[in-house]
């Protein structure tokens, strides 16, 4: 039985990445061969070195919402409300509220000077419904970076950039898929030139992806649901790759867990709450290009199963060693 500790590590704190390089394409990159079983220190501007010829790489294509939102009830008290998940009327989230037990039914929270109002419809279940529909454009207005909890500090301007992939198209999720973060234009534009393949899916992450696994035995731990969607062209696209022999690079876990949940399930768009663990077969898969994952999640034990437990202990002993930058404004590893 695997059990949580299994995916444990000591990380020292200082190397929690807290701001983002301003050369994205900066970022350290450790290369992970799992049949050489060899290691390899490089940076991300030289990832053309590593990947296989003509790959396929998938990205996830999900914007973060300016989801944290600072208001006032009408008695003049501060609250937040942390947007998760638009619902389908266009008016409503599901949210986070802070002070929830201060919050009553039906109270109003005004917003961007009263021209948005949230009045809180269902307590118990924390929805929120805003006077309009469609606040996006409030939302890049008065909206702040959803920063993940190990971030020790405020939201900035820059991070309105840097938290963002520069690819970023479809607006929903509340954590960036930060294993794009690197990515430049021009490093996208080169690979493009050099033969590789680059195609687009979208899983909007929520914020669900930060909670802890409570199980000791990690097979009895219930994923959270995420959506998302594949064009019909792009799977095809994708599809024709992998028939042709050329390798598909999963651009985070989350376009992993996307092509991995169609394998399985043939559904081009839903919602999915796969748990890819030791154990768990690729069907999909062939590279995995990722950041460093907190110890205890489910991001780590979906790497463990892809590079298999001793040699991912090994890489993240050698990154810690190395003092490689770790989470979301961290440094890369590519596993082939």
Same mark, same amino acid.
């Given at each position: 039985?695997?059990?949580?500790?299994?995916?444990?590590?000591?990380?020292?704190?200082? &190397?929690?990445?807290?701001?983002?390089?301003?050369?994205?394409?900066? #970022?350290?990159?450790?290369?992970?061969?799992?049949?050489?079983?060899?290691?390899?220190?490089?940076?991300?501007?030289?990832? +053309?070195?590593?990947? *296989?010829?003509?790959?396929?790489?998938?990205?996830?294509?999900?914007?973060?919402?300016?989801?944290?939102?600072?208001?006032?009830?009408?008695?003049?008290?501060?609250?937040?409300?942390? /947007?998760?998940?638009?619902?389908?009327?266009?008016?409503?989230?599901?949210?986070?509220?802070?002070?929830?037990?201060?919050? !009553?039914?039906?109270?109003?929270?005004?917003?961007?000077?009263?021209?948005?109002? #949230?009045?809180?419809?269902?307590?118990?279940? !924390?929805?929120?419904?805003? @006077?309009?529909? @469609?606040?996006?454009?409030?939302?890049?207005?008065?909206?702040?970076?959803?920063? *993940? *909890?190990?971030?020790?500090?405020?939201?900035?301007?820059?991070?309105?950039?840097?938290?963002?992939?520069?690819?970023?198209?479809?607006?929903?999720?509340? #954590?960036?898929?930060?294993?794009?973060?690197?990515?430049?234009?021009?490093?996208?534009?080169?690979?493009?030139?050099?033969?590789? $393949?680059?195609?687009?899916?979208?899983?909007?992450? @929520?914020?669900?992806?930060?909670? *802890?696994?409570?199980? @000791?035995?990690? =097979?009895?731990?219930?994923?959270?649901?995420?959506?998302?969607?594949?064009?019909? $062209?792009?799977? +095809? #696209?994708?599809? !024709?790759?992998?028939?042709?022999?050329?390798?598909?690079?999963?651009?985070? =876990?989350?376009?992993?867990?996307? &092509?991995?949940?169609?394998?399985?399930?043939?559904?081009?768009?839903?919602? =999915?709450?796969?748990?890819?663990?030791?154990?768990?077969?690729?069907?999909?898969?062939?590279?995995?290009?990722?950041?460093?994952? /907190?110890?205890?999640? =489910?991001?780590?034990?979906?790497?463990?199963?892809?590079?298999?437990?001793?040699?991912?202990?090994?890489?993240?002993?050698?990154?810690?060693?190395?003092?490689?930058?770790?989470?979301?404004?961290?440094?890369?590893? /590519?596993?082939?």
């Amino acid at each position: 039985m695997m059990t949580l500790e299994d995916f444990d590590y000591h990380l020292p704190e200082a &190397l929690i990445a807290q701001y983002p390089l301003r050369r994205r394409e900066q #970022a350290r990159l450790m290369v992970v061969d799992r049949k050489k079983k060899t290691i390899v220190h490089s940076r991300f501007s030289n990832i +053309q070195a590593y990947l *296989p010829e003509r790959s396929c790489l998938v990205l996830n294509d999900s914007k973060v919402i300016h989801a944290r939102l600072l208001g006032k009830r009408v008695s003049g008290g501060e609250v937040e409300i942390f /947007l998760l998940k638009k619902l389908a009327d266009g008016c409503s989230y599901e949210t986070l509220l802070r002070p929830l037990r201060r919050l !009553k039914a039906h109270e109003q929270i005004v917003l961007d000077g009263g021209k948005l109002v #949230a009045t809180i419809a269902d307590r118990e279940k !924390k929805i929120v419904r805003f @006077n309009k529909k @469609n606040i996006g454009r409030q939302l890049e207005k008065i909206g702040h970076i959803p920063l *993940p *909890p190990y971030i020790k500090r405020p939201d900035r301007a820059e991070d309105r950039k840097y938290y963002q992939t520069v690819y970023a198209k479809n607006a929903g999720s509340v #954590a960036s898929p930060t294993a794009g973060l690197h990515f430049t234009p021009g490093i996208l534009k080169r690979l493009r030139k050099s033969g590789h $393949r680059i195609e687009k899916v979208t899983l909007h992450i @929520n914020y669900a992806t930060f909670k *802890p696994v409570e199980e @000791n035995d990690i =097979t009895r731990h219930r994923m959270h649901a995420e959506d998302y969607a594949v064009a019909p $062209r792009v799977f +095809q #696209a994708i599809k !024709k790759a992998k028939a042709n022999g050329q390798k598909i690079v999963a651009v985070g =876990t989350t376009s992993c867990r996307v &092509l991995e949940s169609i394998a399985a399930s043939g559904q081009l768009k839903g919602s =999915t709450d796969i748990f890819i663990y030791p154990g768990v077969p690729f069907r999909m898969v062939d590279g995995l290009l990722t950041n460093f994952h /907190l110890p205890l999640s =489910t991001l780590l034990m979906l790497v463990y199963a892809f590079g298999t437990k001793e040699l991912m202990a090994r890489a993240y002993a050698e990154a810690i060693k190395e003092k490689y930058r770790f989470f979301s404004y961290g440094d890369a590893m /590519l596993i082939l």
